[in-house]
């Protein structure tokens, strides 16, 4: 594991630790979800059980793109590796909606021959399977959303949401069969058609996230005023003209004109310059860049 400095593990290390650990889980839990499902009869928790594989699956590709994200400019890649993150993340959309498409399927095929064989009454140990799913997947998914947060990467907060999801897949699991088990049968392949319904509502999700940070989105507008108040403090800055920020993967590009005294000589005005560029990269962790345009400033 990286250390830095203060001893602690650095961001890249981090979001290292946290996907081993819950890719252990993860197959743990589909393991035993999957032998519920089948001892039980249930498609539900069958369904479910591949949810939670499939997790597996989407972590290896956040460590993958975490890994290459992280790595230094080059004279290719001037700006940073950090928008690969993204593209893990798109990646994991996708696969994503192919296993969702899959499960609804599935449900809606039982639900059209149910008339044609008897649909299994799931067992109890199906019910007890979708408890320890639901309580282990909120466990992973605060776990990793924790760390994400931290480290500020939009992949890992992408597979927290697949926690998020499985948790909640498990619970129309966990409903589809109870129903079955008090006489509705057909409750269980429904419940595999919401699963895909929130499959796919993670899966808008994370993509519209991704597709946002690839495209010179601005940050919120929150932000662009905490940015706006602080350079206002800066000694020498009479306004601002302009601020223009852009999201860049993970990170944020920030691009100021500032107003100053006309008559200043140019080393002064740069001094200013230098003083709003400097305070904008120490107070907003998140900003990689910044640009500092000094304009005179004109009485009106």
């Not at 594991?1 to 001893?7: A, G, H, V």
């Amino acid at each position: 594991m990286k250390i830095n400095e203060n001893n602690k593990l650095t961001p890249e290390a981090s979001a290292i630790r946290v996907s081993v650990i819950t890719m252990a889980g993860n197959l743990l839990l589909s393991a035993a979800k999957l032998a519920a499902g089948f001892l039980a009869h249930s498609s539900a928790m069958v369904s479910d059980a591949v949810h939670s594989a499939f997790d597996v699956l989407s972590t290896v590709v956040v460590m993958i793109g975490i890994k290459i994200s992280r790595k230094s400019a080059d004279k290719e890649h001037p700006y940073g590796h950090e928008r690969l993150e993204c593209v893990a993340s798109i990646i994991l959309s996708v696969m994503l909606a192919v296993v969702g498409i899959g499960i609804g399927w599935k449900g809606i095929q039982s639900i059209r021959y149910s008339g044609e064989k008897e649909l299994h009454v799931p067992g109890v140990l199906a019910l007890v399977a979708a408890i320890v799913s639901i309580v282990a997947k909120e466990l992973m998914y605060q776990y990793t959303r924790s760390v994400a947060k931290k480290i500020k990467s939009s992949a890992l907060m992408a597979d927290a949401w697949h926690h998020r999801s499985d948790a909640l897949s498990s619970v129309g699991a966990l409903i589809g069969i109870a129903g079955a088990r008090f006489g509705f049968p057909l409750l269980d392949p429904v419940a595999s058609i919401v699963i895909c319904v929130f499959i796919m509502k993670a899966v808008w999700d994370i993509f519209m996230d991704a597709v946002n940070k690839m495209i010179d989105r601005a940050a919120d507008e929150e932000v662009v005023e905490k940015i706006s108040a602080s350079v206002k403090n800066v000694e020498g800055v009479i306004g601002i003209d302009d601020v223009k920020t852009r999201l860049f993967g993970t990170r944020l590009y920030v691009d100021i004109e500032i107003a100053v005294d006309g008559k200043l000589a140019l080393n002064e005005a740069h001094g200013i310059a230098e003083n709003v560029h400097d305070k904008i990269e120490k107070n907003f962790e998140e900003v990689k860049h910044c640009m500092v345009h000094v304009n005179p400033y004109n009485k009106k």
